[in-house]
């Protein structure tokens, strides 16, 4: 699908969690599935994984998937037959059994995995890939290369925001906690009057979603 020049609005629906809008129509773009898939397993502590998935990231490897936590690697190879044997050889680590490696990205992609079953407040952080760790109170577990920590910790909000803001990054109640303090990271006086001309140029009336994300919006 190609679109005209200029930045495509339409992009800003994504995350607005309905607060711009009703999407009433979507195109989706179906891709086969891979000829071949493996799952590997390396033990790494958390700055030697971070290092490691960013030196992977430039170089042409059939990594489809990451996720690290408690001290182990998970990383999945897609793509064909050679491809994924190729990069086998030079990622190494222990291969996994295709089963137990299914069940493992599963529960990662639905959040069955028992890291997500911890009674801790859950906070989703986005930071740049390469970000060494934030050495949080927690337990963490790191997914996208290393732009996405999520953290089970019972470190206040204003502690884990401030992490993620020196790290140039935004923390994301996801779970559990106290909703009081908000669930998205606070925005500077020039960000919300951004986030406040769009609510008005996308719904004037003010009648989408309001305060879903803040209260002003």
Not at 2 to 20: C, H, I
Request: net charge positive; with cysteine; charged share 25%.
């Amino acid at each position: 699908m190609k679109n005209v020049a200029g930045y495509d609005v339409s992009r800003l629906m994504a995350g607005s969690l309905g607060t711009l809008g009703i999407i009433l129509e979507v195109s989706l773009k179906a891709q086969p599935l891979p000829a071949a898939e493996a799952t590997l397993r390396l033990e790494l502590p958390e700055d030697k994984a971070i290092e490691q998935l960013n030196r992977w990231g430039g170089k042409p490897l059939s990594i489809s998937a990451s996720a690290w936590t408690g001290g182990e690697l998970g990383v999945r190879l897609s793509g064909a037959a050679a491809a994924v044997k190729s990069t086998r050889e030079k990622i190494g680590g222990e291969l996994v059994d295709p089963a137990q490696g299914e069940r493992f990205w599963a529960g990662i992609r639905e959040q069955t995995d028992p890291f997500f079953g911890n009674d801790a407040p859950l906070w989703r952080i986005s930071v740049p890939s390469a970000m060494p760790p934030l050495k949080l109170p927690g337990e963490p577990l790191i997914e996208w290369g290393g732009a996405l920590r999520w953290l089970c910790s019972r470190a206040d909000a204003r502690t884990v925001r401030d992490a993620a803001k020196r790290a140039r990054g935004h923390a994301t109640l996801f779970r559990g906690g106290d909703k009081s303090v908000g669930v998205f990271q606070p925005l500077g006086p020039a960000l919300m009057r951004i986030h406040r001309e769009l609510k008005r140029e996308f719904d004037p009336q003010g009648i989408f979603n309001r305060g879903r994300m803040y209260p002003e919006l």
